[in-house]
């Protein structure tokens, strides 16, 4: 028997055998794609994923023990959807020490953050203290910073307005301005 022809003849075989496997491998691919369904693509849109925000260097006075101070105010519109969305609110302010040199009183401040409310609570999960003094001998600090953060779950349709509010803890303590503050609203659509 010959060898080259042998050779040649498994060689062949070889080929052919690895190019039937390769065309039963990509009809394999095939049918198993054209059997799968259609891949989805969501898009966010921003009247459902949103944010918003406000900032100002105006100042506002803080001189009242019952009203509180509206520092900022932030609109969001969900008016038409029929869901419900979680929405994260973050603020903060530059607070000034107005009390005098030597001053004795405790001047406590509270900040608070609200949703469709002109008034705060005294002692909530995003209500803020801070305590500012000019003590005698004493290089107390000009200004304080003070922030919180809140979240407002199932934010029903419609329009809504978050506030950042400030007010005196008591009517004896010395009225204050807060020279700047920012406010961001970010807002997510409720995934069922």
């Not at 969001?76 to 419900?84: A, D, I, K």
């Not at 000034?96 to 953050?113: C, H, P």
């Amino acid at each position: 028997m010959n060898t080259g022809l042998n050779k040649l003849t498994t060689l062949w075989l070889a080929v052919l055998t690895v190019l039937l496997l390769a065309s039963l491998g990509m009809n394999a691919a095939w049918v198993q794609a054209a059997n799968d369904p259609p891949v989805k693509m969501y898009t966010a849109r921003v009247a459902h994923d949103a944010g918003w925000g406000d900032a100002t260097t105006n100042n506002k006075s803080v001189d009242s023990a019952v009203n509180w101070t509206v520092l900022l105010s932030v609109p969001v519109n969900f008016t038409g959807t029929r869901h419900v969305h979680h929405c994260a609110v973050t603020a903060s302010s530059d607070v000034q020490n107005s009390d005098g040199e030597g001053g004795a009183s405790q001047n406590r401040y509270l900040f608070d953050m609200t949703m469709d409310n002109l008034s705060g609570a005294n002692d909530g999960s995003s209500t803020r203290t801070v305590e500012l003094n000019d003590s005698s001998g004493v290089d107390d600090p000009n200004v304080m910073q003070v922030g919180s953060t809140r979240m407002f779950g199932s934010v029903s349709a419609g329009a809504h307005t978050f506030r950042w509010l400030a007010k005196k803890e008591a009517a004896g303590v010395t009225n204050t301005n807060v020279l700047d503050s920012s406010m961001i609203v970010i807002c997510v659509k409720e995934r069922l």
